[in-house]
Nanobody, 123 residues
């Protein structure tokens, strides 16, 4: 059974950067497409970014395009989300999720997800 563990969250000032990690166990992460999603208090979960398991193609939500970068290290069985130029509105719990494809990711249908890591952007 695939298990996902997020790490790397914390408190940063506006304009700062963080790198989130999503480590997998139980099977190779290459068997799945991986997405990052986030949820702020009182708000619905939203998809943030996605990377294909086949051709490595990526997707970014409009709110993070140009500021966030998703990548995968196959040797470490880990997916990363590099976040730069952070804004207060980026504050949320961030989750990684294993999904069957981009369409299902954008529909909010995930096969597995982790416990999340808190990102707080504040002065």
């Amino acid at each position: 059974q695939l298990q996902l563990v997020e790490s790397g969250g914390g408190l940063v000032q506006p304009g700062g950067s963080l790198r989130l990690s999503c480590g997998a166990s139980g099977c190779t992460l290459d068997d799945y497409a991986i997405g990052w999603l986030r949820q702020a208090p009182g708000k619905e979960r939203e998809g943030v970014s996605y990377i294909s398991s086949s051709d490595g193609s990526t997707y970014y939500a409009d709110a993070v395009t140009g500021r966030f970068t998703i990548s995968r290290d196959k040797a470490k069985n880990t997916v990363y989300l590099q976040m730069s130029s952070l804004k207060p509105e980026d504050t949320a719990v961030y989750y990684c999720a294993a999904v069957s494809g981009l369409l299902l990711f954008r529909l909010g249908k995930y096969d597995y997800w982790g416990q999340g890591t808190q990102v707080t952007v504040s002065s």
